[in-house]
């Protein structure tokens, strides 16, 4: 059997500048889709003080992202066929930028405002990558899914090591975050030049008439691929929001909580590199989904009951656990005959899944509120990692499906 990424392709052979440009973009936009939300996390309480909201704003805030991805996840497919792909992905990106500088206002409407904005942008590129790797990448599928996913990381890793530093050095922990809308801009600068570059190369691509994600609801495939994002969604936004919260109430310095955090994301790139080799090399996926569902666990429990010292130790095994994620966009980059079924799975599965997965970081912080300790939360974490195993498995079955039909 043939591994995935060598299927036949009828695809013309690119320009090398268009491949240079291609991978720029892949590796710009994975650097921001973490960055603007992991940036926030070690920021929390200091923007608590300084602002002065209460406490539903504090546990509203980590949970905008979830709930954002979930609403505009949905106009993904419906804005990809009246703008192109490409030109979607521009929109978004120059939506994420504007959203992460008007959090420079230092009032709580700006913060909350700047942050909706900022993750309907994030939410229109989640949605749009990988149809775009597939579109562009056909036959490196997974390989670059893989150096999103590692950009992804090294973006997080970046954001949250360097929030309190920026916050310190701007006077204040608002424009601290307003600085990342910089990389976020660098981005849309340097993706435009693909977008025209595309265009020109396909001057007479039809209209396609797309097709309808909730179409996708009724199928069982839909349903477990959709519940599978949702599981490690609650996992990873409940972690990267509250993590440095925690450890912060357990008497940690802020600054040194962001590295914890920073450690998880760096930990998951070699994790990231080593599921896709299982998966790539011998085809071990549902191997690839044991190793980071049982890792999380491992990591959850580590927090609820190993001393503050081994903080860093439960973030390194965490962050194996992180590296479910790109596994997952493979099966919903396998999921479709077209890149149009592929963007109506990845829209249903995300949107639907992120909107069950506010209930991580929300859920989180609402009942350290009601029980004055972190445990009941972190110990309902480790349940979903129970279930993300599960259904890693089924999907497992999924992917080989796929490849024998594209063979």
Known sequence: MQPPDSKPQQQRTQ??????????????????????????????????????????????????????FAAAGLSTAWLARRLGLSGTILFALCLLSAG???????????????TVAAMCGLALCNVSMPSFIRENFAQKTSLMTGLYTITMSLGAT???????????????????????????????????PFMLMARADRPGAPATSGISPFSLIRTKRGLVITGLFSAQAILAYAIMSWLPTILISRSMA????????????????????????????????????????????????????????????????????????????????????????TTAMSTLAQSLGYLVATSGPFGMGLLYSLT???????????????????LGVVASGYRRAVVQRVQ
Request: with cysteine.
């Open 15 to 68: 320009p090398r500048g268009f491949m240079v440009l291609s991978i720029l973009a892949v590796v710009l936009i994975g650097l921001n889709l973490r960055a603007g939300i992991t940036s926030a996390a070690p920021l929390f309480l200091d923007l608590q003080e300084f602002l002065g909201y209460g406490a539903f704003v504090a546990a509203l805030l980590p949970s905008i992202p979830t709930l954002v």
């Open 100 to 114: 992460l500088a008007f959090r420079a206002l230092p009032t709580t409407w700006a913060l909350l405002a700047g």
């Open 158 to 192: 970046a954001a949250s090591a360097l929030s309190v530093p920026l916050a310190l050095a701007a006077g204040s922990p608002t424009l601290g975050l307003a600085t990342w809308s910089i990389l976020a801009a660098a981005a849309a600068l340097a993706f435009l």
């Open 254 to 341: 802020a600054a040194d909580a962001g590295v914890i955090l920073g450690v998880l994301q760096v930990m998951s790139i070699p994790a990231t590199m080593f599921s896709l080799w299982l998966v790539n090399k011998h085809g071990m996926l549902r191997g690839a989904f044991f190793l980071t569902s049982i890792s999380a666990a491992a990591g959850l429990a580590g927090l609820v009951w190993l001393p503050l010292s081994l903080a860093w130790l439960c973030a390194v095994v965490l962050g194996i656990g992180f590296s479910i994620f790109p596994l997952v966009l493979l099966v919903i980059s396998f999921s479709g005959e077209s890149s149009e079924e």
């Open 372 to 390: 004055g300790s972190w445990t009941v939360p972190l110990v309902l974490l480790i349940g979903v990692t129970g279930v993300m195993l599960w």
